[in-house]
Each structure stands twice: as C-alpha cells, then as structure tokens.
C-alpha cells in the first residue's frame, strides 16, 4: 500500500517543524513547498540525513513547484506574511489573501481530494478564503488556532496548580484573536471543576494570559511561535489520517449551529477520516455565550474586511 502523502505549504519555522512531525510520526511521504529557492530543498535534505539515526525512510521532498503536491491526501498551509510594525489590518489581509488565493488554486487543481488545514493568519479570514476558492466542501478546510489555544490553557492550569498537563482538560472557542473564549465552565483537573481549585480573578488573569499567550511569544522570541502551533495541526492530521473521530476545537464553518450561518468560528467539532465529521454544539453560560457572540461579531467584522480581496462567492 502506498504511503499517503502530505503537502506542506510554506518551510518556515512552522512547516520545517511539521515536516520533522511527519517524518518522526511515519505519518507519510512529505513534499515541503516554498517560493524561496533552497530553503525546502535545505530542510528536506537535512530531515533525510537524520533517517537512519530515527530509522524514519519517508520521502521527503523540498521543492519550489507546485506540481510536487500532486495528489496530496492531507495540505497544512503555512504560506503568508506576519503582520510587521507599521502594517495596518488591510494591509495583511491584502498581502496574505493574494498568497492565499495562490495557495488555494494550486491545491484545487493539483490535490482536488485533500483535507486542507489552514494555519495562515489573520486565520479566520485565510481559512475563509481557502474554502471559497477551492470549492472543496466544508468537511475538508479547517483552520487550526482551538487546538493551539486549548493547549495554551492547559498549560496554564497546570503551571498554576503544579499538576500534569494531562489530568487537565480546557477547550476555547470563538475566532483565533485577543477575544478568544477560554470556557471556564468545561475546565477540570483530573475531573474537578477549576472554579472550586482557583480564584476567580487569578483564573480572569490566566483565561487573559491565553488571550494574549502568541503575543507573548513574539515578544520574546521576535517572531511566532512554531513548536505549538505545528503539533497542534498534526493532531488534527492524524486525527484524519486515522480515521480517529476525535473531538477537537477547530475552526469549522457552521451553518446554524451556535447561532452562526456562514462564517469559520473555533467550536468543538469531530475529525475523522471523512475529515469534519460534525460540529458539537456545548452548552454555555450566559457570559461564556455573550463572549462567544462577541468573538464572533470580530470574526465577521475581519471577513468583511477581507472581502474586497476575496473572489466572489
């Protein structure tokens, strides 16, 4: 049986990370794309070196041409600029819905069956524009940021109480931005509500650590964070690839649920092999739900923005 195959679109930091990911993982053979010639070449030939000491023997292909991705089972795409000093909203939006728009085609036409991770941002409006321009149906784009800022939360709880990350369970929902919804009401420690294991207002500062947790990151790192959010996307992937029907947090395009028609809001939703299997709708309290709601009017005010740089739907 051949090995599947996995495009990644853009050899930043995030891509090399995922393409290590993929190889350690034996999820499949690799194609690592980018527009800068030798870097997905560099990376390739330096994670094919390390094969025999890992006793990984996946392909592993750096290229600057599209036609590698040719029949991609799974795409995560990478590609896009970080906002820079002095870059307004427009601005990005502009530069990353153009690669986007380029990215998207070239998986269309040359990957028509693959289940499309989005982790570009602004996310919400990247994933937006890759499902419009592909066509694929909703089951297969989905953005990656609920997974990531779940984590995140997680993290937190567990540095505060000096506990595993594993007897921590924590969703957030809502769009990939500083109104974020870490949902206090579904997060335990080993199967303890955390509202009866920490304050109030030390939990309000943590939830905004969360908020604000990939600003942290630049701040020290003086770029984004790359470890995280690419183990964050091969969850999701392996989730597809073996057919787990994993409920994870994603941004999925609803149409109805939540109160939501038409629009790629972080919910939890179920991955398996026929990719975005179903959303499941949770029940929230009244200030999580008016959170939430408030997420969603920024998700819809970032769309908008981003249309005059979206084809026509």
């Known amino acids: 049986m051949a090995r599947r195959k996995i495009a990644l679109i853009g050899a930043g930091m995030?891509?090399?990370?995922?393409?290590?990911?993929?190889?350690?993982?034996?999820?499949?053979?690799?194609?690592?794309?980018?527009?800068?010639?030798?870097?997905?070449?560099?990376?390739?030939?330096?994670?094919?070196?390390?094969?025999?000491?890992?006793?990984?023997?996946?392909?592993?292909?750096?290229?600057?041409?599209?036609?590698?991705?040719?029949?991609?089972?799974v795409c995560i795409v990478t590609a896009g600029l970080p906002r820079k000093p002095g870059m307004s909203r427009d601005d990005l939006l502009s530069v990353n819905t153009k690669?986007?728009?380029?990215?998207?085609?070239n998986i269309r036409n040359r990957a028509p069956h693959a289940f499309v991770i989005v982790i570009t941002n602004p996310l919400d409006a990247m994933v937006t524009a890759m499902k419009r321009i592909t066509g694929f149906p909703k089951q297969r784009v989905v953005g990656q940021a609920g997974v990531l800022d779940s984590a995140r939360y997680?993290?937190?709880?567990?540095?505060?109480?000096?506990?595993?990350?594993?007897?921590?369970?924590?969703?957030?929902?809502?769009?990939?931005?500083?109104?974020?919804?870490?949902?206090?009401?579904?997060?335990h420690v080993g199967g303890v509500p955390v509202e009866k294991l920490i304050a109030a207002a030390r939990l309000?500062?943590?939830?905004?650590?969360?908020?604000q947790a990939g600003g942290e990151i630049v701040n020290l790192l003086k770029t984004s964070a790359f470890y995280s959010p690419a183990h964050a996307a091969i969850l999701m992937a392996e989730a597809y690839l073996y057919d787990r029907k994993q409920v994870l947090p994603c941004?999925?395009?609803?149409?109805?649920?939540?109160?939501?028609?038409?629009?790629?809001?972080?919910?939890p939703v179920v991955i398996g092999g026929g990719g975005v299997e179903r959303v499941i709708e949770i029940e929230l309290t009244g200030a999580e739900r008016k959170a939430l709601d408030v997420s969603v009017s920024h998700v819809r005010e970032l769309v908008t923005a981003a249309e005059k740089f979206l084809p026509t739907a």
């Open 251 to 267: 941004a999925a395009l609803l149409e109805g649920e939540y109160g939501v028609d038409g629009f790629y809001v972080g919910v």
């Open 204 to 211: 309000d500062a943590i939830e905004a650590r969360v908020r």
């Open 14 to 73: 995030i891509g090399g990370t995922l393409a290590h990911l993929c190889a350690l993982k034996r999820l499949g053979d690799v194609v690592l794309f980018d527009v800068v010639e030798g870097l997905p070449q560099g990376k390739a030939l330096d994670l094919l070196e390390a094969g025999p000491i890992e006793g990984f023997d996946a392909q592993i292909i750096g290229t600057n041409t599209y036609d590698d991705i040719e029949g991609a089972d």
């Open 99 to 105: 690669i986007m728009n380029d990215v998207a085609t």
């Open 154 to 187: 997680r993290t937190f709880i567990a540095m505060e109480l000096g506990v595993s990350v594993a007897s921590v369970s924590a969703i957030v929902l809502g769009g990939h931005g500083d109104d974020m919804v870490p949902v206090r009401s579904y997060c």
